[in-house]
């Protein structure tokens, strides 16, 4: 269910651009459905190819994003310029710390270094399915 | 499912100071779950006492947040100062644009001013259940 146009000063991503954001930053969010709650975590992330790949210890996200839906996201906002955007992928995470199949393998080259403290030695990629962007400008703003 | 201790250099946030950074910031993260997925979308919102709340047109979050479960995040991080910290609150989504009782009310007290352009026209508030904040600092971070 979406609005059938945009409104003015709102416009869609192109997928291709999408990725290369995703491609420009380190840091997003991750979402997961907990016996049908979500809950969201920032992760530093890595990008190979079109996979997102980030670290995590043992707990929720290890527990609950493999072979499951998970959605990731990023945005910014640069209040000088009175202008945002945000990527979302959707898709299903997988465990690829050990697994031997080639989107496993794949994964495992990307180079991910969390910032937050504590060993991560797993390794959660996402199989994307949707990519979506969009970007505003605040059509009131006076710089 | 958590880890028992948390690794040096990572700690909880209080509950009162988890809603003390709510109050001074102005743009988060709702994760809603559509057909058992999850998606995430960035808002404008407002904190009126303990409610969360934000504003928007028809679509996804005005089609699948009202009486479902919804988590909220905001974060920051200070890259010249090697720390960061995130705050979730999970909850139920409640439509109060219209509705008469009194969680609806005082929602509809609640300042809220999307940047994003489009009229809003729905109020969408968070009564929570629970509240969770974690500050780190890179353990091997040398400024």
Known sequence: MRTSKPPPGLEEISEA???ELLGLHQMGRIAIVVDGKPQIFPVNYGLRGKIIVFRTAAGTKL??????PV????DEY????????????QGLGRDVTDAADDFSWTARGTRVYPIAPGEKLH??????????GRRFRAHDFVP
Chains 1, 2 share one sequence.
């Open 17 to 19: 651009e999408c990725w």
């Open 63 to 68: 527990a609950y994003a493999p072979d499951s």
């Open 78 to 89: 640069d209040a000088s310029a009175g202008a945002g955007w945000s990527v979302m992928v």
């Open 123 to 132: 390794r959660i990629a996402i199989d994307h399915s949707v990519i979506t």
């Open 71 to 74: 959605a990731f996201e990023i």
